[in-house]
């Protein structure tokens, strides 16, 4: 099962999962971003997709999803981005990032069906705990989908072993609590104690986001884990339309992980 995204894993020493948000600034621009983000560099692409209330967001990606739905970009909309995608890429892992009220809203089997065939690999939900996971985990497997967790940096060893249970090929650990964003520094040594106590509970993969911006990022947490992710910056560059910028921002955290392989 999962067979882009294991294969990416077993293939890329370090991983590089980028977002943007469908829509924004506008649907033709987001789009060719998607394809910066994967003619760059980027190993696995979160698409996301626009909600009201992205309580895990922070400033620059809340501004998205307000735009993109201002917009107009709803489900039909984001079904026609991943369809596209899939088809330029073929190889490339595409993971809808979306709060758990549009899947509710629409329904678990069309949600999930119709990701399934517009070529979607998998879905992380920021705001479905472990705990209430059942219901997507068990749609999402009847189409070969992943389901991938989110573990914090206050969760107990029982927890990660829960999430580690619950998750599929790797875990989305944030580094700080809080809220999506660019800092200029990492609890570094923090994070390191706290995927030490990850790795002795969970075998599977494990990439960091929340705040990684900068190559020097890239280089110090890809040390510590299996790949990072980064939003906040590329939707930023986006948003300016500074597609160009966008393209060297990728290769340089791409490169950062390389020097941290």
């Known amino acids: 099962m999962f067979e ?22 506008d649907f033709e621009t987001s789009l060719r971003a998607f394809e910066i983000l994967i003619e760059n560099g980027s190993d696995v692409i979160e698409v996301g ?10 400033s620059t990606i809340q501004v998205a999803h307000e735009k993109a739905l201002n917009n107009g970009i709803r489900f039909k909309d984001v079904l026609k981005a991943v369809s596209h995608l899939r088809r ?30 517009a070529g979607i690999d998998g879905f992380i939900v920021p705001d479905l705990p472990p705990e209430e996971s059942a219901d997507l985990r068990e749609v999402a497997h009847k189409y070969n989908l992943a389901t991938v967790m989110l573990a914090a940096p206050t969760s107990t060893e029982k927890r990660l072993q829960l999430i580690c249970e619950k998750t599929d090929v790797f875990t989305y650990y944030v580094s700080v609590t809080g809220i999506t964003g660019e800092r200029d520094r990492l609890p570094l040594g923090n994070l390191k104690e706290r ?7 969970c075998n599977k993969k494990v990439v960091v986001g929340f705040g990684i911006s900068k190559r020097e990022h890239a280089r110090e947490v890809g040390a510590l884990a299996d790949g990072i992710v980064v939003g906040s910056l590329f939707v930023k ?21 390389r020097e941290a392989a």
């Open 4 to 25: 882009r995204l294991t294969s990416t894993f077993e293939r890329e020493k370090k991983v590089l999962v980028s977002y943007m948000m469908v829509g924004y600034p």
């Open 49 to 58: 997709y626009p909600f009201s209330d992205p309580v895990a967001d922070g």
């Open 88 to 117: 330029r890429y073929p190889q490339t892992p595409l993971l809808l990032m979306t709060y758990y009220n549009p899947i509710f809203k629409i329904g678990l089997e069309k949600f999930v069906s119709a990701f399934a065939e």
């Open 195 to 201: 995927l030490n106590l990850y790795r002795n509970v």
């Open 237 to 257: 560059l986006a948003g300016r339309g500074d597609l160009n910028g966008l393209a060297s921002a990728v290769r340089d955290l791409k490169e950062g992980l």
